[in-house]
């Protein structure tokens, strides 16, 4: 099986508001067209979220959860969010004009 692990990493800022996140996901190869998604994140100061999903063809379906970690978690009484997931992913480069190298 190949496996491949990818790390990820956000910052959004807007007026005062701003989101920290961090993460990784691991995917393995299920056959030539199916890989399997499992990964997580921490949005600091706010959750962790667990994710589960299959990459299929040019589709991504996945399934994720949300543990509250900040002052919230009280007021939901500990629940998180089941979150639903469909993503398209286009393969398809940019074609663009050959370069000829002369050394290569």
Do not use: W
């Amino acid at each position: 099986y190949l496996l491949d692990i990818t790390p990820n990493f956000i910052y959004i800022k807007q007026g005062d508001a701003q989101e920290i996140a961090a993460g990784a996901y691991a995917q393995m190869m299920l056959s030539p067209e199916s890989d399997l998604l499992v990964g997580s994140n921490y949005r600091v100061d706010d959750a962790a979220i667990a994710f589960l999903g299959i990459h299929h063809k040019s589709m991504v379906f996945g399934v994720s959860y949300d543990f509250n970690t900040s002052s919230l978690n009280r007021a939901t009484g500990s629940r998180g969010g089941l979150e639903l997931s469909v993503s398209f992913t286009s393969r398809k480069g940019i074609v663009g004009p050959n370069f000829f190298c002369p050394r290569l």
